[in-house]
């Protein structure tokens, strides 16, 4: 039976923000419009991070019930290690989606009834990711989702819960955090190029190869720092963002020198924390500004 810390493991805490970064822009966002609502994003984050907790368990039980985790280089697997049964992980995947669910529901009935479709859709998303007879995921599909469930639709649905519209400052940052999100994963698949071939998952990663998942993952890096210049337009404070760049450059650096199997592991950790410092120093200054 698995212990606490072995299911909080399980949970991939490193993914956290991908969760938060969204939210925290999307509120900056909002506040930028005049439109910030404490509640609505402390809500908005509950219904984010529930969403990638599940997804995480969701991934964990349909891997692991086919076997592709049996041979791991990353981090804990808790069906594919043996640790919890795969009725017990998928429980507590479908636990978490049903408490995004429920949050959900309230913030789409404080601002548009037809947010509950929206919130439909990313639960499908999660589940269907690797879950289901065709997982999109294993056909090359992941990081689109991962674009637009936590770029697009995170950081514009955050913006419109709260300020009742959305505007070009919520649309490009929305597309910086995306891009962001799209890099953690891409280094995740990078790291799993071996054993995903070996498995059959035929993952973006696996599709472009070593040397062309490597530069995706640079591009991607790049976006959001493009984004901030053209956030200027709308504050000179956005320039802060700036401050997130040494470390994006930190987590490239075991992915253009080459790095294979755990060597890669602190190139998901650098983006996600290059990620949240961006989402957190360009909120504020959009909320300032």
């Known amino acids: 039976m ?12 490193r993914t956290l923000p991908n969760a938060i970064a969204p939210v925290l822009v999307g509120t900056g966002a909002a506040a930028s419009l005049d439109g910030a609502v404490w509640w609505k994003a402390v809500l908005a984050l509950v219904v984010s991070v529930a969403l990638i907790v ?9 891997d692991g019930i086919r076997g592709t985790d049996d041979v791991r280089v990353g981090p804990l697997r808790l069906v594919g290690s043996k640790l919890a049964s795969p009725a017990a992980v998928k429980r507590a995947a479908f636990i978490c989606f049903g408490l995004a669910g429920v949050v959900g529901v309230v913030l789409a009935l404080t601002s548009a009834w037809w947010l509950i479709l929206v919130g439909a859709l990313c639960i499908a998303g999660a589940w269907y990711y690797t879950g289901g007879r065709n997982p999109y995921g ?6 689109v989702a991962v674009f637009v ?5 995170a950081v514009l649905g955050t913006q419109f819960v709260q300020a009742e519209r959305i505007d070009w400052a919520g649309a490009v940052s929305a597309v910086a955090v995306g891009s962001f999100s799209s890099a953690v994963l891409v280094a995740n698949n990078l790291r799993d190029i071996p054993t995903d071939t070996e498995s059959g998952k035929r993952t973006l990663a696996v599709r472009l190869g070593d040397r062309g998942t490597r530069t995706l993952h640079l591009a991607l890096l790049v976006v959001p720092f493009v984004v901030t210049l053209v956030l200027v337009a709308r504050t000179p404070l956005a320039l802060v963002g700036l401050l997130a760049l040494p470390l994006a450059v930190k987590a490239n650096a075991p992915v253009r020198s080459g790095g294979q199997g755990l060597a890669l592991i602190p190139a998901l950790a650098g983006t996600g924390l290059a990620m949240l410092v961006w989402g957190a120093t360009t909120a504020l200054a959009l909320g300032l500004g």
């Open 2 to 13: 698995a212990s606490v810390s072995q299911w909080i493991e399980g949970a991939r805490p």
């Open 54 to 62: 599940g997804v995480n368990y969701a991934n964990d039980y349909s």
């Open 138 to 143: 294993y056909s090359g599909f992941g990081e």
């Open 149 to 153: 469930f936590f770029g697009l639709i």
